[in-house]
């Protein structure tokens, strides 16, 4: 199957600052990738929806302006949460779809102290 | 209603039981439709995509019914590797995946 990599797989970081977390097919194209984030015991729910070349399309309650999205590459998408905060602390994965199936990145678990 | 519904459970069973899970879905646009693995900490992984003659992989057998707007999984022969939380996903066409809660398992000695 297709592979999507996430990095990094696990970060802590103080509030206030940012964290970029990048997603990468290895071996197609992606014109288009999805953001989610999941908390303990919770669905994974979509933040947004990346598009190469153009502006990513955020969900209803996701602050586009705290959550960037960077994609400038068929290969590449980027997710900075700026200005972290506690609450923003969670598992963040991408994925991209081939054929239908849905391929996800490894995962970031993000802890904001 | 939600898009995509799942009895979080969890589920607890003995080893060498056999379990089902059902998942509805809300959109009758609805053209795509698979059951994903999740472990703790890990992404999902597909389990089994569910066709409209249903299908089965093993141990594993999934079903759509359409007209009552659901799918099914059913495992059977329980093992203690397959505890995990199993999510329902479904694609209204768009491939914007949507995803159930999922369903926790797990399987005891």
């Known amino acids: 199957g297709a592979v999507v990599s996430q990095h990094p797989s696990r970060v802590i970081c103080k509030s206030g600052t940012s964290v970029k977390i990048e997603c990468r097919s290895l071996?197609?194209?992606?014109?288009?990738m999805f953001w989610y984030r999941q908390f303990p015991k919770q669905s994974l729910m979509l933040m947004a929806t990346?598009?190469?070349?153009?502006?990513?399309?955020?969900e209803q309650g996701v602050e586009k302006d705290k959550f960037l999205i960077n994609h400038a590459s068929l290969t590449l998408s980027t997710l900075t949460v700026t200005s972290a905060h506690p609450e923003d602390s969670s598992f963040y994965i991408c994925?991209?779809?081939?054929?239908?199936?849905?391929?996800f990145g490894q995962g970031t678990r993000l802890t904001v102290v | 209603r939600k898009e995509v519904e799942q009895d979080p459970g969890p589920f607890n069973v003995p080893e060498g039981a056999t379990v089902a899970f059902n998942c509805t879905y809300s959109?009758?646009?609805?053209?795509?439709f698979f059951w994903y693995r999740q472990d703790c900490r890990k992404e999902p992984k597909l389990l089994m995509s569910?066709?409209?003659s249903g299908n089965e992989d093993g141990r594993f057998t999934a079903q759509l019914n359409r007209a009552s707007q659901y799918i099914s999984l059913l495992i059977r022969d329980s093992k203690l590797s397959d505890s995990a939380t199993y999510l329902c996903?479904?694609?209204?066409?768009?491939?914007?995946?949507?995803f159930g809660r999922g369903t926790s398992l797990i399987v005891h000695p």
């Open positions: 994925s991209a779809g081939v054929n239908t199936e849905a391929f």
């Open positions: 990346s598009n190469e070349g153009s502006k990513a399309t955020y």
């Open positions: 569910v066709y409209s």
């Open positions: 071996d197609f194209q992606a014109t288009t």
């Open positions: 959109n009758s646009a609805s053209q795509s």
């Open positions: 996903v479904v694609n209204a066409g768009s491939y914007i995946p949507t």
